[in-house]
């Protein structure tokens, strides 16, 4: 079981990360993408200041693990995550996101930003990257981990099923994809449009290790990363996180047109207020 303290500190870190997304939000002139952002933020969270072996001053550290944002319109969320663990300076971020020669654009670059393994942004394309990262570190005896977060949209790629099916005949027991299941596209709910489910069944079908958790509680995320199976264990591991959109924001919640958007000064009060509330409620009994 998670520690409760440990559990205590992340969903701080979380709330922190929320805060600074609201914020940068109510700055920029134009559209963040704050639907999944938020609901992908929980896990970011556990991944860089609690699971993976990353250090900012040592960014090529060879035994590090390595992480790609499959999903790279959430890219905001990494780049505020990661500024909370020190690879990134927060103000910089505000005062320059979207503009002309700014390192921080709507999708990653690793040009631009030493820490990011690679550029991202055209969906489909992250699980055939990191299988063959991990393949890459199987075959060096290397001892690293490969995460890959993938948005449940995406999923509808094919190249995402290639990746798949390689990465279990593979054997590639390093390496672990997470699926922001918030069971939303840009402009639909994923049901309505591409029949997804059984959604976890598709995936063990495929010869992969299949954990389910609830991706907004952070115990749950601290469980399913803290229980992963040995690098050399030969199965991947899918992790899918059943999220919300939007999620701690009640006027953003499963709400299609919050895919991306921008805030109000009124607007983001009210967020504010909500992820404040929302976070109160989690550290009752703490």
Not at 91 to 111: F, N, W
Not at 143 to 158: A, I, L, P, S
Not at 243 to 268: A, I, R, Y
Request: charged share 20%; proline share 3%; hydrophobic share 40%.
């Amino acid at each position: 079981m998670a520690d409760k303290k440990e559990v205590a500190r992340l969903e701080d870190l979380a709330y922190q990360a929320r805060c600074n997304l609201i914020k940068l939000c109510g700055a920029y002139s134009g559209n963040i993408h704050m639907g999944g952002d938020l609901s992908m933020i929980d896990v970011l969270t556990c991944l860089y200041h609690h699971t993976m072996n990353v250090d900012p001053k040592d960014i090529q550290m060879p035994t590090r693990d390595r992480f790609i944002l499959s999903k790279g319109h959430g890219a905001v969320c990494m780049y505020i995550v990661m500024a909370l663990r020190g690879f990134f300076d927060y103000d910089e971020i505000v005062r320059t996101y979207g503009k002309l020669d700014s390192a921080y654009g709507q999708h990653p670059c690793k040009v631009r930003l030493p820490g990011v393994e690679t550029s991202t942004g055209s969906l489909g394309h992250g699980l055939a990257i990191c299988v063959g990262l991990a393949a890459a570190a199987k075959t060096a005896g290397a001892k690293h981990r490969v995460f890959c977060m993938m948005g449940d949209g995406e999923t509808c790629e094919g190249s995402v099923w290639e990746a798949a099916i390689n990465g279990h005949a593979l054997g590639l027991g390093n390496l672990v994809g997470i699926v922001d299941r918030n069971k939303q596209l840009m402009t639909s709910f994923s049901e309505d449009s591409v029949k997804l489910e059984p959604y976890a069944d598709k995936w063990r079908a495929f010869g992969w290790n299949v954990v389910e958790i609830n991706g907004n509680d952070m115990e749950q995320v601290v469980d399913a990363l803290d229980s992963l199976p040995p690098v050399d264990s030969g199965v991947p591991t899918l992790i899918v996180a059943n999220t919300v959109k939007g999620n701690g924001v009640s006027f953003m919640e499963k709400q299609v047109k919050w895919h991306c958007g921008s805030l109000t000064p009124q607007d983001m009060e009210r967020a504010l207020a909500d992820v404040t509330a929302a976070h109160a409620k989690e550290m009752e009994g703490v």
